[in-house]
């Protein structure tokens, strides 16, 4: 087998493409040769006042033009992929049916998911934690994860092939102090993924997650200066990853190369989980 990442003729379903981590994948996917569908609930022809009940990270990023659903596509479309954007809320079962529907009836298939979209903006600690936004979180992060994966999941079945990559966290892993909805929610997306890894081997299904660290994407450089550095002295490298680095390691993950690796939570995170001092 050739030692090269090769995506041809895969259609890959990426949420929350629109900026940071899914768009440093969707890039990715397609430059290894896959055709590529945007699902976010942003999107530039489609911006309204009702993506603010979704956190202060969208509406930060719609304020100072940091979406890049239908630019991302046009990227794609340049390199000789099909591309689409799609304007998808991932709690939203239906609108989740109509994203996997378009993208079957315009692309031919769901081969790849990317299980990208989530909410990072309920920080505090335990006793001041919302439970509107723990909800949210959970509605966002967890289960968004489930109904996307579960409108895939007869497409690959029926071809007989399909990677599902869900996106965690080490505060999955670790826990993460203020974080208590977002460490909980990503924990069980690592046990979300070992289940449909189990459940997806007999029909040629491989789904891992990957388990980033402090990666330098747009709302990582709105933080606070301090923290970020304060944190990123915890990784080996003293620095925070970069999107691509995310990126390559779903890249394999999704190619053929990775064909007998399933559900495993594949840490991208500089080392920060070691005892490092």
């Known amino acids: 087998m050739a030692l090269e990442i090769d995506l041809s003729g895969r259609v890959a379903l990426v949420t929350g493409g629109s900026r940071g981590l899914g768009r440093a994948d969707a890039l990715t996917l397609a430059r290894a040769g896959a055709d590529v569908v945007i699902a976010d609930i942003l999107v530039e022809s489609e911006l309204s ?15 100072q033009g940091m979406v890049h659903t239908e630019e991302t596509v046009e990227e794609i479309r340049a390199m000789g992929r099909r591309s689409l954007a799609a304007r998808c809320d991932v709690t939203d079962r239906g609108q989740v049916a109509a994203a996997v529907a378009r993208a079957v009836e315009e692309l031919g298939s769901v081969d790849i998911l990317i299980n990208n979209a989530g909410t990072l903006d309920h920080v505090g600690q335990f006793h001041d934690q919302s439970p509107e936004l723990w909800e949210r979180d959970l509605r966002v992060n967890l289960t968004g994860g489930f109904n996307c994966a579960q409108a895939v999941w007869p497409h690959m079945k029926e071809r007989g092939w399909g990677r599902i990559v869900n996106m965690a966290s080490v505060a999955g892993t670790l826990g993460g102090f203020g974080q208590a909805s977002y460490s909980t929610t990503k924990s069980g997306i690592l046990g979300l993924t070992k289940t449909l890894a189990m459940e997806g081997g007999r029909h040629g299904i491989t789904c891992n997650a990957i388990v980033p660290g402090i990666i330098g994407t747009e709302a990582f450089h709105m933080a606070n200066a301090a923290m970020n550095e304060r944190i990123a002295a915890r990784t080996v490298f003293k620095r925070p990853g970069e999107p691509q680095d995310i990126a390559n390691a779903i890249a394999f993950l999704c190619s053929d190369l990775a064909s007998y690796i399933t559900g495993v939570g594949l840490y991208v995170s500089g080392g920060i989980e070691l005892f490092v001092f």
């Open 49 to 63: 006042e009702e993506t603010d009940s979704w956190g202060a990270l969208a509406t930060a990023a719609r304020a």
